[in-house]
């Protein structure tokens, strides 16, 4: 009888024991982060569950509108009709919250001889303007063009930043994420790419220039925190309601001193004080 009743005594205490999984879904620009946060947090806490998956950011926007994640992960910030249909689902505006800097790098393969390239010359290729290295001082040779999907959150920043939202090409392949990207250009002599300057795996960054006059920005530390480097972004939790529990525990970990610590081993930079307050 005794051992009975301490058996249902410990079942009835398995829901208090255990934490509230915690769902993050979005950008796969930050799914490599993202599952980072999640493992160092999990480890100090053996009940906690935090599940990452990637699709792109307007995947993550789609799953917080319809209540399937509890964080939206984006590279890119939110758009006005998903803010508006958030607002008019929960009548409360979203919670916005920059957990890490990056700046989109241009990935040039290592035999490539060119070290840097204007702006507008990186918006005249994805364009299809230009189509051979030869034409801004490389070799005569086919540019390879790879590019992110539509729904990524990384090629709308792109597409807004770089081509000032004209349209891409439409022969640059598309690949699912920004390891992808990375792989084809290293293996790829002819081939360009862009994505977070946290994959340097095999490629060499461009140097990015505003005018034939500037110099070629890297998109380095110091570069992308101060601004100069030309394409830097913050990237995003999103939150349909002000945080509470066990997502607000999670995220004052990612906002720690040793969350940010994380971001700076990743390969990312972490946020200022005042963008997190």
């Known amino acids: 009888m005794k051992q009975l009743l ?29 599952q980072r946060w999640a493992e160092r947090y999990m480890d100090d806490r053996a009940n906690a569950v935090i599940q990452v998956t990637g699709g792109g950011s307007g995947t993550g926007m789609a799953a917080l ?25 929960n009548g409360r505006p979203p919670v916005e919250i920059a957990v890490a800097k990056d700046g989109i790098a241009v990935y040039l393969n290592d035999a490539n001889p060119l070290y840097s390239l204007t702006l507008d010359q990186v918006a005249l290729i994805y364009r299809g303007k ?26 709308e920043f792109f597409k807004e930043h770089v081509l000032n939202k004209k349209d891409f090409t439409p ?3 598309c690949l699912p994420g920004t390891a992808s990207v990375a792989n084809a250009v290293a293996r790829d002599k002819r081939g360009i790419g862009y994505g977070g300057a946290a994959y340097a795996k095999g490629i060499r960054f461009c140097g990015l220039k505003r005018d034939n006059l ?27 309601a002000p ?6 525990d999670f995220i004052e970990f990612v906002l720690s001193p040793e969350g940010q610590a994380i971001v700076a081993k990743v390969g ?10």
């Open 130 to 155: 230009i189509t051979n290295w030869r034409e801004v001082g490389g070799a005569d040779q086919k540019i390879i063009l790879y590019s992110r999907e539509n729904n990524s959150g990384t090629y």
């Open 65 to 89: 509108l319809s209540g399937a994640t509890d964080i939206c992960a984006s590279s890119r910030p939110m758009k006005d009709k998903e803010r508006a249909a958030l607002v008019a689902k």
């Open 243 to 248: 945080a509470k529990g066990a997502v607000k």
């Open 214 to 240: 500037s110099p070629g920005i890297l998109p380095d530390g110091p570069n992308i925190l101060d601004g100069s480097y030309p394409v830097s972004r913050n990237l995003f939790f999103y939150l349909s």
């Open 6 to 34: 301490s058996i249902a005594l410990l079942l009835l205490a398995l829901p208090l024991m255990a934490d509230p999984t915690v769902t993050i879904k979005g950008s796969d620009t930050m799914v490599i982060l993202n």
């Open 171 to 173: 022969f640059a392949q």
């Open 268 to 277: 990312y930079y972490p946020v200022q004080q005042e963008q997190q307050q």
